[in-house]
């Protein structure tokens, strides 16, 4: 994607047996979509759309239909 900025790593769940696999998440501004870039693909993530990285970001924590989590590097 172009336009889209990174703002964290993190953890999303993969699969059915509990494994988590680590991923960027990303924003873009243009259509105000969080993406998630893995293993060289990027989708879009379960949360609301975005008005700003920041709002994008405490949606990834905080919104009930998201299950992720973020790491330090």
């Not at 998440?25 to 008005?51: E, I, Q």
Request: some cysteine.
């Amino acid at each position: 994607m172009k336009n889209d900025i990174y703002f964290a790593k993190g953890q999303i769940p993969d699969g059915y047996f509990g494994d988590w696999v680590t991923v960027e998440f990303r924003y873009n501004p243009s259509n105000k979509k969080t993406l998630v870039y893995y293993n060289g693909c990027y989708f879009t993530y379960s949360t609301p759309l975005a008005d700003s990285i920041q709002e994008a970001a405490w949606l990834v924590q905080n919104h009930p239909s998201s299950n992720a989590r973020f790491i330090t590097e």
